[in-house]
């Protein structure tokens, strides 16, 4: 028996392949998501990266060069890609119970004390979801979270599928040494330039530092991210929202209950309570919204499973809880 893993689920392309979803014919097709108005790129099919474009760029500049190109514009749906990602991380927690839900395409679960019931299950959820929903995933395994961060990126580049610490660190053990500062789960851009200044320009460099040190010059928070890549469970989801440098397009706060809620008043105070963290989390990172999702599900082990969820879009885009 060994210690429980971290799992960190990651749908692929998560906004192109919604569209999948409900458009066949789109597969293996280059595909880019559009934001409000179809202004810029906010989400592209492995074919669309392989053509150069990247998130973020005005559709008007690149739209005479993706259309001959063959790209596939789509509008942005997002009460549908709502929809399905209440319906995906359903089907995870049905396999998975121990999760923790990050954004809207990823997840982290918490593995079994034996690691071979874990790659099976992870193995079995991939399948679920895929079968289940159409969503791809790629899904990573390691005994941290940041760790598993690093596992799913490289995991992704090779195209997909399950990865696993141990057996990446045993095919390359280097491999932190082969990886930016500045792409490091909760370091960014913002510290990478200071980190830089301390000759600490990989994820290895990071691993080896002195904590007290990093903790002296940045943060405790900077401090756990050492321990992280040493293989240390040291963080929290709600630190990385204090320290990460990047701005969520989506933010969501669900957590499953440890006894069933029967009355309105319970269920509406849950409710409140993650809205605050929500729109905690969203002024941090200073941003407003323009829609807010809600879902609610009974137990997916019980008889009966029933599901519920609504969009209410805003008027005028908020950070008021």
């Given at each position: 028996?060994?210690?429980?893993?971290?799992?960190?689920?990651?749908?692929?392309?998560?906004?192109?392949?919604?569209?999948?979803?409900?458009?066949?014919?789109?597969?293996?097709?280059?595909?880019?998501?559009?934001?409000?108005?179809?202004?810029?790129?906010?989400?592209?099919?492995r074919e669309a990266k392989q053509l150069g474009i990247s998130n973020g760029l005005p559709w008007f500049k690149i739209r005479s060069q993706a259309e001959h190109d063959g790209v596939i514009a789509r509008s942005s749906n997002y009460e549908l890609y709502a929809s399905l990602s209440a319906r995906?991380?359903?089907?995870?927690?049905?396999?998975?119970?121990?999760?923790?839900?990050?954004?809207?395409?990823?997840?982290?679960?918490?593995?079994f004390q034996d690691p071979e019931r874990t790659a099976n299950a992870c193995r079995r959820m991939r399948d679920t979801v895929l079968r289940g929903i159409g969503i791809p995933l790629t899904i990573a395994t390691a005994p941290t979270r940041t760790l598993a961060k690093i596992v799913s990126h490289?995991?992704?580049?090779?195209?997909?599928?399950?990865?696993?610490?141990?057996?990446?660190?045993?095919?390359?053990?280097?491999?932190?040494?082969?990886?930016?500062?500045?792409?490091?789960?909760?370091?960014?851009?913002?510290?990478?330039?200071?980190?830089?200044?301390?000759?600490?320009?990989?994820?290895?460099?990071?691993?080896?530092?002195?904590?007290?040190?990093?903790?002296?010059?940045?943060?405790?928070?900077?401090?756990?991210?050492?321990?992280?890549?040493?293989?240390?469970?040291?963080?929290?989801?709600?630190?990385?929202?204090?320290?990460?440098?990047?701005?969520?397009?989506?933010?969501?706060?669900?957590?499953?209950?440890?006894?069933?809620?029967?009355?309105?008043?319970?269920?509406?105070?849950?409710?409140?309570?993650?809205?605050?963290?929500?729109?905690?989390?969203?002024?941090?990172?200073?941003?407003?919204?323009?829609?807010?999702?809600?879902?609610?599900?009974?137990?997916?082990?019980?008889?009966?499973?029933?599901?519920?969820?609504?969009?209410?879009?805003?008027?005028?885009?908020?950070?008021?809880?």
């Open positions: 028996m060994g210690s429980r893993l971290f799992v960190l689920a990651d749908a692929d392309s998560f906004y192109a392949s919604c569209e999948r979803v409900f458009h066949p014919h789109l597969m293996h097709r280059p595909i880019v998501v559009l934001s409000n108005n179809d202004g810029c790129v906010v989400s592209r099919s995906m991380m359903r089907l995870m927690a049905s396999i998975m119970p121990d999760q923790e839900i990050y954004s809207i395409d990823e997840c982290f679960l918490r593995g490289y995991t992704k580049h090779q195209g997909g599928g399950i990865g696993d610490w141990d057996l990446l660190k045993h095919q390359d053990p280097d491999v932190l040494d082969r990886i930016d500062v500045s792409e490091v789960w909760g370091v960014g851009r913002r510290l990478t330039r200071r980190l830089q200044g301390m000759s600490i320009t990989t994820a290895g460099d990071l691993s080896r530092a002195d904590p007290a040190l990093i903790r002296h010059h940045f943060s405790v928070l900077l401090q756990r991210t050492v321990l992280e890549l040493r293989g240390v469970p040291a963080i929290e989801l709600d630190d990385f929202d204090a320290i990460s440098g990047s701005r969520k397009q989506q933010i969501m706060c669900s957590r499953m209950f440890g006894h069933p809620i029967t009355g309105l008043p319970n269920l509406s105070a849950a409710v409140s309570t993650y809205a605050q963290q929500a729109a905690t989390r969203l002024r941090r990172q200073g941003s407003l919204t323009g829609m807010l999702t809600v879902f609610i599900a009974t137990s997916p082990f019980a008889q009966g499973y029933q599901s519920r969820s609504g969009s209410v879009v805003l008027t005028d885009p908020a950070d008021d809880p």
